[in-house]
């Protein structure tokens, strides 16, 4: 497991400096938190939005940085709600009520006396005990009542668990699938120092409890062990670990921002987007999008995850995709691609009308797509007179660059006629 990171606080106490790639970190807290509640409020119907907020390894909630002081993750997350509960009373006349409560659970009580301290010289004394609950325990000690005090606020669900371990370990996958199975609407974003354990794994981690908690058997270890043997084996580690990831974690969507700290060629880490709504996954991955050249310690192995390529080097194009700005180009070319190569299958094999949703839920957990770009390969292939797009009325879209979850894709030829097939083969 990953050494700490060296944060302490302690009332009274010098606050701890607060990593680069941190920064990175909660601007994508703050940002998510703020596009959920944005998302979620955008029906004028809505007049109400219940949501919890579990902060499970929550920290003191003050750092430095550069001789300033600066919110942890928690005074974050009461900042972003605030913030999203005034721009929604902005744009809407009626108003939206915003029932956060918040759980922040730290299993170090020096932490937790500081955050609590800190919320009180903040002004947030009162609210401890009503919507502020301060939790200290080890997250996995205390899941199941955070999952049971969420089940008991109502039938939605919502809830987000910002999960910021050190490591890879201290929250189980069967943790995981605990809250994907039991709430209606979870979403968990998990930090997962996924270099610290492909750097670390020996067959001497076979059976230990760090393996076990994340259901890597001895099977998984032995094959992940042969592919060190191999070229470019550290993204076939990371590729095998992520689809493990989405196998055992028990989410229908997965976004992986891929953060890479200051200096540092060995603690890259995971920021993983798991949820049960492609609505909550697109949001994300917008987030990702947007974020790409905001950060330059953050993100430029964004993607590199993903899509193994048993030619070239690990950090080969790592590289190459850091330092082209066409990225979002790239992404949509290859979309044209695939999806013509996927429609032109499904119509061999019989296969009727595909929509925008199912292509998305079947295709996005591999790839940094969102809503945006297969609208615009879509607008591509229609150009081409490749495929038609209807509405589920059947009335052909025609001229819209920009599709509903629920309109319909097909061939408008025959298979093996695709036009951007025959302009690659040229
Ligand atoms: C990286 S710091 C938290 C940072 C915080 N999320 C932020 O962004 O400001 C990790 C915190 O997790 C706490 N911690 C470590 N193991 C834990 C566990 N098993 N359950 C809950 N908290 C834990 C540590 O005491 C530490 O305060």
């Given amino acids: 497991m990953a ?25 994508i807290f703050d940002r998510y938190v703020g596009a959920y509640i944005q998302t979620l409020t955008k029906s004028h119907r809505v007049r109400e939005l219940n949501l919890t907020i579990v902060d499970g390894f929550c920290g003191g909630g003050r750092y430095l940085l550069d001789g300033s002081e600066v919110d942890g993750s928690p005074l974050r997350m009461l900042a972003s709600v605030e913030r999203a509960q005034l721009e929604v009373a902005a744009a809407r006349a009626r108003g939206v009520e915003i029932k956060a409560d918040f759980v922040f659970v730290d299993a170090n009580s020096n932490h937790v006396d500081f955050l609590r301290d800190l919320l009180e010289r903040e002004g947030h004394g009162a609210r401890i005990g009503r919507d502020i609950h301060i939790v200290p325990s080890k997250f996995e000690d205390v899941a199941g009542e955070v999952i049971e005090r969420i089940r008991k606020k109502g039938t939605a669900h919502r809830s987000l668990f910002f999960l910021d371990q050190y490591g890879w370990s201290a ?15 979870p979403e968990v974003v998990l930090t997962f120092m996924v270099d610290n354990l492909v750097n670390l794994l020996n067959d001497r981690m076979i059976g230990t409890a760090g393996l076990a908690a994340i259901d890597l058997d001895r099977d998984d270890v032995r094959d992940m062990l042969q592919m060190k043997e191999m070229r470019g084996w ?12 989405q196998r055992n974690t028990g989410a229908d969507y997965y976004t992986p921002f891929f953060i890479h700290p200051d200096g540092g060629s060995n603690r890259d880490y995971w920021l993983l987007h798991l949820s049960k709504h492609h609505q909550a996954r697109e949001e994300m991955g917008k987030i990702h999008w947007s974020m790409e050249n905001t ?8 993607f590199n995850s993903l899509g193994f ?24 070319v290859a979309v044209v691609d695939q999806l013509a190569r996927m429609l032109h299958a499904r119509a ?3 296969a009727g009308p595909l929509t925008k949703k ?11 797509v969102i809503a945006s770009i297969v609208d615009a390969a879509l607008v591509q292939l229609r150009e081409a007179k490749d495929v038609m797009i209807a509405a589920p009325t059947g009335a052909l879209r025609r001229s819209v660059r920009k599709f509903d979850w629920n309109d319909e894709i097909s061939l408008s030829r025959q298979p093996g006629l695709f036009s951007v097939f025959d302009r690659q083969a040229a």
């Avoid at 990171?5 to 701890?16: C, E, F, Q, R, T």
């Avoid at 292509?359 to 790839?367: G, I, M, P, R």
Wanted: charged share 20%; net charge negative.
């Fill in 3 to 27: 050494a700490s990171l060296g944060y302490d606080w302690i009332v009274g106490g010098a606050l701890p400096e607060l990593g680069r790639h941190s920064v990175a970190k909660h601007e």
């Fill in 171 to 185: 929250v189980t996958f069967a943790t995981i699938r605990g809250i994907m199975g039991a709430l209606l609407n």
């Fill in 234 to 245: 550290k993204r076939l580690i990371q590729n095998t670990l992520y689809e493990h990831i």
């Fill in 295 to 302: 950060f330059e310690h953050f993100g430029r192995a964004g």
């Fill in 309 to 332: 390529q048993p030619d070239q080097d690990v950090r080969e194009d790592m590289l190459d995709f850091g330092f082209n700005d066409n990225a979002r180009t790239r992404s949509e």
């Fill in 348 to 350: 061999l094999a019989g």
């Fill in 358 to 368: 199912a292509l998305f839920a079947s295709h996005c957990n591999e790839a940094p």
